[in-house]
Nanobody, 125 residues
């Protein structure tokens, strides 16, 4: 079955950096567009970043542009999120997600087929 496993979360001070990784199995990874989402306590899950199946296209929510970078390695079936200049407002559980897509990107929670279990990111002030 399809499994997405996130890692790399933790506690970091404001201004610091973290790199999240998501390892995928049970799917033909290179045929899936991938996304990162986050959910803070009491709030809805929100889009953070997405990358196309080949890695040539990326898209970010405005609040993370210039600070976060999404990338993927189709040979290793992994997608990563490099987070820099972290702010307390970035505190959330971060999820990776997958959707089969010929081209383009998906930003809607409802359109993704598979989800990981999430990894906690806490940014202290």
């Amino acid at each position: 079955q399809v499994q997405l496993v996130e890692s790399g979360g933790g506690l970091v001070q404001a201004g610091g950096s973290l790199r999240l990784s998501c390892a995928a199995s049970g799917l033909t990874f290179s045929t899936y567009s991938m996304g990162w989402f986050r959910q803070a306590p009491g709030k809805e899950r929100q889009f953070v970043a997405a990358i196309s199946r080949g890695g040539g296209s990326t898209y970010y929510t405005d609040s993370v542009k210039g600070r976060f970078t999404i990338s993927r390695d189709n040979a290793k079936n992994t997608v990563s999120l490099q987070m820099s200049s972290l702010e307390p407002g970035d505190t959330a559980v971060y999820f990776c997600a997958a959707v089969p897509l010929l081209s383009g990107l998906v930003m809607s929670v409802d359109q993704y087929d598979y989800w990981g279990q999430g990894t906690q990111v806490t940014v202290s002030s």
